[in-house]
């Protein structure tokens, strides 16, 4: 398995940025994908999820109607598009991949080991 992240880097506040994921080694549209960030000396935070066959997302509070995720099982791809980018949005973005078709952990357990796979990330800095 691998996943590999890009699209981070410095956006203002207000700003957007879109984020990829390209993901290889395993049979893409049978599991769930979910974005996580961590920010320094903060844990892993889930920033959304969607099922295999799409086009089921979910969010939690701090970003549900400012990030989208969405997939193309196509290509093996999943992104995170976020809007309205404030400072506190500042981390290291991961893509994550799920154990099942409709399985999307939240991580409130802090358990990274929720899901099989990780990618490295990619660095999002929200500053004016």
């Known amino acids: 398995v691998q996943l590999v992240e890009s699209g981070g880097g410095l956006a203002q506040p207000g700003g957007s940025l879109r984020l990829s994921c390209a993901a290889s080694?395993?049979?893409?549209?049978?599991?769930?994908m979910s974005w996580a960030r961590q920010a320094p000396g903060k844990r892993t935070e889930w920033v959304g999820g969607?099922?295999?066959?799409?086009?089921?997302?979910y969010y939690p509070p701090p970003v549900e109607g400012r990030f989208t995720i969405s997939r193309d099982n196509s290509h093996n791809m999943v992104y995170l598009e976020m809007n309205n980018l404030t400072p506190d949005d500042t981390a290291r973005y991961c893509c994550?991949?799920?154990?099942?078709?409709?399985?999307?952990?939240?991580?409130?357990?802090?358990?990274?080991?929720?899901?099989?796979?990780w990618g490295q990330g990619t660095q999002v800095t929200v500053s004016s």
């Open positions: 994550a991949k799920a154990k099942g078709p409709k399985s999307i952990p939240t991580l409130y357990s802090g358990q990274r080991s929720e899901y099989s796979d």
């Open positions: 080694g395993f049979t893409f549209a049978d599991y769930a």
């Open positions: 969607i099922f295999g066959d799409g086009p089921s997302t």
